[in-house]
Structure formats: structure tokens, C-alpha cells
């Protein structure tokens, strides 16, 4: 008998970590020990390995006169989940001798059900990637994620139902196909379309304009007016992920455990109820995990009822609207998590939502408009590019016939985009919303008449700097959705209409 090592792997934040499993059998009094800081999980694969090759038909640990030590290494890292127990049997069968094979290049993920079987684990493709960046050239691991971990190249990726499938691979009896590597197929289907959404043109325009640049927004509405299906709406305009920004999306998900199929095409709609924690909200926990803004990255993010969320939630939201990340803190150290999305924002004007309504009164007392209205804090609010009232619809329109109108829209933002992505080429940035003070003194000059007109207005509206740079960003999409090559007037005084006007907001009046 002698020590021997296996390799695996686990997830730590939305990073794959390789995990070296050492197993080594001494003569003595039975006791079978997992060390390196294994949580429950972890601890509870002895009785799962243990089983699981009994009724593979081999000899299984729990014998007599046997000590069996398994070491995860690096000690320091905490394990956790049941991920190991694949390379932790076939670590001890190795050093028992009841099979041989070379276990140099291979990486085997798995949890074992009691009969051998190997059940779905989360994060395949982060496990992947990081193998195939430490220079492993196999990964055997359960059928139900090889599909996801055939998106990375220049690995070899083996789907198996169950230990014994595992031996007579390794052994030669039966040796397995590599999967295939899956053929990305960029369909993408959303249930709501623009043209479904009878009138509310400023809105849709607003929407547009974010979706082209990459603009935060907020819409304050009564009830009943489409801002909720405006922002349902608004990931059909978007234009299609490309492979890389798929990739991504798909390994937050899987690290998430909420990946239904091989891969996501389609940008994601996340839409947390108001109730929704501020680890579920920003991630967090013990051991970090992304939360909601995390899983809308490369799409939408949509808050609605948004001052009946935590204050700290919302002020949560600081980072990751002005960086387009969010960085978790925890004593075990630090973990940045991508937050590139479009946040929308919609509430009502007053908790009875009749606020400035001609039809309907106001209900509200003076002191609760104040208290519900100031729930959205002066930060925030300076980070938000659009402002969008959403009045009452016109009853009329109602009877008009949808016509598909998404489709033609996203390509004029994929043509927006394009002339971004040409202006900000070998720069860190691909969008006008992400733009520094730098980018926009370099690239985005306004003649004179504009810089005036600029000066004039921020002084009326009381702009904060970071209001003035965001004015300037939205003149530049609107600029770019008519492929103008300059700021124009016009460009610049439509941008100033998303700016909150003293209608929105009672304490402003």
C-alpha cells in the first residue's frame, strides 16, 4: 500500500481551483479520515465512496484492520460539496491496488449516488476552463454536464453514468468517445416584443436609447401603465451575445446551479421581488456566491416597486451602477463579481400610485409621499442616466393590431454598438455609459454653441459633475443611433429631457 494522487476541482466564487486528492492506506484499526478543511459535505463522502464501490463490486473501505487517510490539497482552502467523491474512490482504489491506470492529466468530478451512479454538478464549464488553463488534457465527469464542458477547446471531455463506466474506461475494457464539442446555435426567442405595447412611445425611445449606450434607467408611472412589460420588453432589442459574453453568462449561471440547458443564448431577464435579501441581491454568504445583479450581467436587471426594497440594498447598488462589478467582502478574504447589466428601475409616483394624476387623486399625506419618494437617495439617483414618466395610456390604442417592432429596433442598436465598439477599439470599455472623464474629453468634444447650452442647462437643473458627464455620454448614443458624427444640439436637448424634471417628485415641487 502506498499514498497515491487524483485531481479535482472546485469552485471558489465563479473560478475553478484545482484540488489534488492524496489517499493514503496504513495497516491499523479502521478509521477513514478526510483532511484540509472539508465542510459536512465533504466529511459525509466517506459513506457515499464507501458504498458506492461495495456495490460496484469491489472491496470498499470500511474493512478491518485499514486506515485510510484522504488529504485535499491546498490545506488552507476550505472544500466544500460533494464534487471530490469521484477522485477520492478512485484514489483509494489505486492505492489498494484493485485497479491501475495513470491518473497524471486527468481531472474526474463527481458526486456518487450509493449504487455507483453519478449525479449533476454545478459549474462544469469554470471546472473546465480552469483544467484546461492547468494544463490537464482529460475530464471525466458526469453525462449531464459534458455537454456544457465540451464549449471549452483543446480538452478531452467524457460523459459517464456511473463508477464502474469510470473503471472499465480507465482499465481499457471500455473505452469511452470523447463529447463531441457542442455547436453554439445563436437562436434566441423572448416572449414580449415592442410592438405588443400599445403607445407609451417616449418610453420606448428611452429604452432604445438605453439598450444602444448601455444607460441606467428609472421609469415613475402609476399602476397599470406598461412599466413592467416595457422592461420585459427591453432584452428583445438587445443585440445577440457573441461567443465569448455566452461563455460568460453560461458559467455564472451553472456556478449558480440554475442552468437549465448546455448553454444560454439569450440575454438574461432577472427580476428580484422587493423582499429579495441583500445577499441575494449583491451575493455574499459565508463562502461568496453571485447574486441577482451578478446573474443579469450582459443583460437586464429590473428592480421594480423600487423604494420598497432595503435602503441598504438599494445603496448597495452604488458600486456596480457606476464599475459594472460588485466586490464582496468576507473575513476569508475578497471576491469580484461581474455586474456589467442594464438596471431599470420603476416605481410608483406615491404608495397609492395617483401622484400628479389629472383622473384620479392623491390619496397620500404629504409626510408619506416625502418618506416613500426619498427612498431613492441622491447617489442613486445622480447615477441614473434616463428618466422616464410613464403616464396613462390612451384607451384607443388598445384596438390597434400588434405589429413586430423589436427586431428592427435591435438592429439599430447593433449598428450603434458597432460605431462604439470602432470609436473605443483597443480601450477597456465598449459602451458610451462606461466612458471616464478621460474618453469623454477625447472623444466626445462639444462645439462651442453646445458647451454653452450645456453650462446654461446644468446650472437650471442643478447638475451634479457626474450628472454633467452623464448628459454628455446620452447626447453621444442618441448621436450614434442616427450615425451622426458629432453631438448636434438637438442630440444634446433630448438628453436633457431625461433628466428628472420637479413633477417627478413631491419634496422637489
Request: net charge neutral; with cysteine; proline share 6%.
Amino acid at each position: 500500500m502506498t499514498a497515491v494522487k487524483t485531481h479535482s476541482a472546485e469552485i471558489v466564487g465563479l473560478a475553478g481551483e484545482i484540488i489534488d486528492v492524496e489517499v493514503d492506506l496504513s495497516p491499523g484499526l479502521f478509521h477513514f479520515s478526510i483532511v484540509g478543511l472539508a465542510d459536512k459535505a465533504v466529511e459525509e463522502s466517506k459513506e457515499r465512496v464507501s458504498s458506492a464501490i461495495k456495490n460496484s463490486g469491489l472491496r470498499h473501505p470500511q474493512k478491518k484492520n485499514q486506515r485510510v487517510v484522504v488529504s485535499l490539497a491546498p490545506a488552507d482552502l476550505k472544500k466544500e460539496g460533494p464534487l471530490f467523491d469521484l477522485a477520492i474512490a478512485l484514489g483509494y482504489l489505486l492505492a489498494s491496488n484493485q485497479i491501475e491506470f495513470e491518473p497524471k492529466g486527468k481531472i474526474f468530478l463527481g458526486e456518487l449516488a450509493l449504487d455507483g451512479g453519478l449525479r449533476k454538478i454545478k459549474g462544469a464549464l469554470a471546472l473546465a476552463l480552469a483544467a484546461k488553463d492547468q494544463g490537464f488534457q482529460e475530464i471525466i465527469l458526469p453525462e449531464e454536464n459534458a455537454a456544457e464542458a465540451s464549449l471549452v477547446e483543446g480538452i478531452k471531455i467524457f460523459g459517464v453514468k456511473s463508477l464502474g463506466e469510470v473503471l472499465k474506461h480507465l482499465i481499457g475494457e471500455k473505452t469511452l468517445l470523447p463529447q463531441p464539442r457542442l455547436k453554439i446555435e445563436n437562436k434566441t426567442f423572448y416572449p414580449f416584443d415592442f410592438g405588443e405595447i400599445k403607445g407609451q412611445e417616449l418610453s420606448k425611445r428611452g429604452l432604445t436609447l438605453a439598450a444602444a449606450g448601455g444607460h441606467h434607467v428609472l421609469m415613475v408611472g402609476p399602476p397599470g401603465t406598461g412599466k413592467t412589460m416595457l422592461a420585459r420588453a427591453l432584452p428583445s432589442i438587445l443585440p445577440e451575445m457573441n461567443f465569448d459574453e455566452m461563455l460568460e453568462v453560461t458559467r455564472i449561471h451553472s456556478v449558480s446551479g440554475n442552468l437549465k440547458k448546455a448553454y444560454l443564448s439569450e440575454r438574461p431577464f432577472r427580476n428580484p421581488h422587493h423582499t429579495a435579501s441583500y445577499v441575494a441581491l449583491v451575493g455574499g454568504g459565508q463562502s461568496p456566491h453571485p447574486g441577482e445583479i451578478t446573474l443579469a450581467h450582459r443583460g437586464v436587471l429590473f428592480l421594480d416597486e423600487f423604494p420598497e426594497f432595503e435602503r441598504r440594498v438599494l445603496e448597495a447598488l452604488r458600486q456596480p451602477l457606476e464599475d459594472g462589478e460588485i466586490t464582496v467582502s468576507r473575513a476569508k478574504g475578497t471576491i469580484t463579481f461581474p455586474a456589467r447589466s442594464l438596471l431599470v428601475f420603476a416605481m410608483n409616483p406615491c404608495p397609492c400610485g395617483n401622484f400628479g394624476s389629472e383622473k384620479k387623486p392623491c390619496l397620500c399625506s404629504t409626510q408619506t409621499l416625502y418618506r416613500y419618494q426619498r427612498k431613492v437617495s441622491g447617489p442613486i439617483a445622480d447615477r441614473i442616466d434616463i428618466w422616464l414618466e410613464v403616464p396613462h395610456f390612451e384607451h384607443e390604442k388598445m384596438s390597434q393590431k400588434s405589429k413586430p417592432e423589436s427586431e428592427a429596433i435591435r438592429q439599430r442598436v447593433k449598428r450603434a454598438r458597432e460605431i462604439q465598439g470602432e470609436r473605443f477599439h483597443g480601450k477597456d470599455i465598449a459602451l458610451n455609459a462606461e466612458m471616464r472623464p478621460k474618453e469623454l474629453e477625447e472623444l466626445t468634444p462639444l462645439s462651442g454653441e453646445n458647451q454653452e447650452l450645456l453650462h446654461t442647462a446644468a446650472k437650471k437643473l442643478d447638475l451634479s459633475a457626474r450628472a454633467y458627464h452623464r448628459v454628455i455620454k446620452l447626447s453621444r448614443t442618441i448621436a450614434d443611433l442616427e450615425e451622426s458624427k458629432n453631438i448636434k444640439q438637438e442630440h444634446l436637448l433630448e438628453a436633457l429631457q431625461y433628466r428628472p424634471r420637479k413633477n417627478f417628485f413631491v419634496y422637489e415641487t
